[in-house]
């Protein structure tokens, strides 16, 4: 059993004197571990970079790079590498030293062979623990992915549990949630599980196009009709007929698009722009919004009826923060999808990498945290995803929250709209849609902030 356990801890032995080099790799080998020698520090680093070792047996006196410079060099390599430092010369004091430096252990020479073994083998022990999480991890990942949406927090499987539900019955659905939060994804799997799921799935995106031609775009027009209507086309809800149409930020809609929508939900009535026929259509409407509709209806800007229409069926997305449990297995969904694509392989994220994502507040959700593994695996080098590997935003958070308490200024609410918009568009690269989502104000709105403002390139240009 032991034997078995040992296999999974391959050591490099290092000691400038090639003799007692020699006689260690024996040694260790007859005792069941992949063992490696070698005289030279660099040989030595060379294998900790390509992962041809688990555990390093570094000599600390040595010409050129001493063993605690050694150690140094290869924790920045890769941080789970186990570094035992043997030395001829121990003392309490340097022992110390050298487990605060992130030695594993620090031994004496004539290395007592027992003490060795009995480290060595608890190494063995959590390295294979280690690769039988990851084992289960990816399992657990088939387990918990459904139509390309994982999760195993309650909050998702709840929701998850109300989409299937829904899906077999709905003609009308609205999904709500924050910005990145997945309802595109839910929209998806709804339209999957539904019993016209072999039909068309079509999505527009009501945000994204000016009033004609968003009409146009959802109920056709006739040749003629407007400049530019060259032909006469059928819109999206006569092109998905049968199927489903998904509506996104339908929160974003005008007043007259609103009634127009009204219409077709209540009684599946459509007219092409520029025709007097009105049509019938079948289609189930899937709507999505990132709005809480319930306070744009009071704030006059969303329909009552037409909320009420769409707010009977809802499915609820939860935000990343209210399930935290999800982020472990989704880094691990988004870095085998990255690796894969990169052509790199990642065993995974270090402890504090692991917790800096823990503690962030993923204003952006599950976009937001693909985002940052995807940019990690792109410069990450070993094959654990360091903290360095991270965004700079993320690397410390609770300093950088309580940088901001000490900050506080009784500034002027205006002040502090001012520093709040720039941070987040600085968040989103600069993306004004994305800001203005995250900001919860319309697209203009942010726009005639910026024009206001003369650092904004937006504010240079309108001058
Ligand atoms: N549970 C999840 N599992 C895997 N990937 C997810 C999950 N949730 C979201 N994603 C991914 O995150 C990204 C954002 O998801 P999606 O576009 O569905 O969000 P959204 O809620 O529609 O965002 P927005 O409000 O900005 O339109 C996509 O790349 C999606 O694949
Ligand atoms: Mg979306």
Known sequence: ???????????????????????????????????????????ALGQVRAGACRAVLADVKMPGMDGFAFLEKSLQIDPNVAVILVTGFYSVDSAIEAIR???????????????????LDELAEVSTRRSQIRALDE?????????GIVGRSPAMLEMLDMARK????????????????????????????SPVAQQKFAVCNCSA????????????????????????RPGLFEYASGGSVFLDEIGETSAPMQAKLLRVI???????????????????????????????????????????????????????????????????????KYSEAYGKTFQGLTRRAQIVL?????????RELENVISSAAITATNE????????????????RMGAREENWRPLPLDEVRRVHIKRVLEMCGGNRVRASQILGIGRTSLYRFLKREPSEPAGKHAA
């Open 384 to 399: 654990f995803i360091d903290v360095a590997d991270l965004p700079s935003n993320l690397r410390k958070p609770t300093q």
């Open 166 to 193: 829904i899906s077999r019955h709905y003609s009308n659905v609205l999904i709500s949630g924050a910005t990145g939060s997945g309802k595109e994804l839910v929209a998806r799997a709804v339209h999957q599980m």
């Open 139 to 147: 399992q657990l990942l088939s387990n918990f992915e459904f139509e």
């Open 1 to 43: 059993m032991a034997e078995l356990v040992r296999r999974n801890l391959p050591i490099c032995v290092l000691d400038d004197e090639t003799e007692l080099v020699e006689i260690t790799t024996t040694k260790l080998a007859r005792l069941g571990f992949p063992a490696l020698g070698t005289s030279k520090a660099e040989d």
């Open 266 to 336: 209540q009684n599946r009535e459509i007219q092409r722009v520029g025709s007097p026929e009105v049509k019938k259509v079948d289609v189930h409407i899937i709507a999505a919004t990132n709005r809480e509709l319930r306070n744009e209806v009071m704030a006059g800007r969303f329909r009552e009826d037409l909320f009420y229409r769409l707010s009977s069926l809802e499915i609820r997305v939860p935000g990343l923060t209210e399930r935290i449990e999800d982020i472990p297995i989704l880094v691990r969904y988004f870095l085998k």
């Open 101 to 119: 430096r992130g030695a594993h252990d620090f031994l004496c020479k004539p290395i007592d062979e027992e003490r060795l073994v009995k480290a």
């Open 358 to 366: 823990l503690q962030h507040d993923w204003p952006g959700n599950v």
């Open 209 to 232: 196009l000016v009033d004609t031609l968003l009409e146009s775009q959802l109920f056709g027009h006739m040749r003629g009709s407007f400049t530019g209507a060259t032909d006469t």
